[in-house]
């Protein structure tokens, strides 16, 4: 994978006021500012930057996972007369669903370990600036243990992202296939 700081780096020139995407996008009534320094921007362009890192491995995972759906599935259902929405609804989204499963549980856990992308926005000074905008537990975590001093409190935040990871595991067992589904 391309390293977090240079695709950051790269979408900061990006969505610069005057900037290529900052200017397409201000003809869909959008602000031409610069992005990541504007408090309700900011957050957007982190998610923009988070997307663009993910929606390919994303799309590998749901293409192997329809891949492994059997052709004799597609083709019973349409001897039984089901029509392209009815196979989609019915074969392969049952198919695919330990892969969504997968994606939104390894999507959530990926999300809330957001640090390199909000560093490299504040440029190492204020993390989560904006105005806060950028702010996510890593960072609120990496404040109170290395710029507060204060590691108790960065110790009590790291269990709780410790317990969320784990909350996100749990329901990925829940919602994930069973054994006898296998």
Do not use: C
């Not at 009534?29 to 990541?36: H, I, K, M, Q, V």
């Not at 362009?45 to 492994?68: A, R």
């Not at 499963?101 to 999300?111: C, E, L, R, S, T």
Request: glycine share 10%; no cysteine; net charge neutral.
């Amino acid at each position: 994978m391309t390293s977090t700081v240079a695709i950051t780096t790269i979408f900061m020139q990006l969505f610069v006021k005057g900037g290529p995407a900052a200017t397409g996008l201000a003809a869909f009534g959008l602000p031409n500012s610069t992005w990541y320094a504007d408090p309700g921007l900011a957050l957007a362009f982190l998610v923009i930057v988070y997307v663009y890192m993910f929606v390919g491995l994303y799309i590998v995972i749901f293409v192997g996972g329809i891949e492994t759906i059997p052709d004799f599935l597609y083709e019973a259902a349409s001897m039984d007369g089901a029509g392209v929405l009815r196979r989609f609804w019915h074969v392969t989204l049952p198919g695919i669903r330990p892969f969504a499963v997968f994606v939104v549980v390894a999507g959530v856990i990926q999300a809330v370990q957001i640090f390199d992308q909000a560093y490299v926005i504040s440029g190492g000074t204020v993390l989560g600036s904006p105005a806060g905008a950028t702010s996510t537990i890593v960072v609120f975590i990496y404040q109170q243990a290395f710029r507060l001093n204060a590691l108790g409190y960065a110790s009590a935040a790291t269990v709780v992202l410790l317990v969320l990871v784990l909350v996100a595991g749990i329901v990925s067992r829940r919602l994930g296939p069973k054994e006898e589904d296998v």
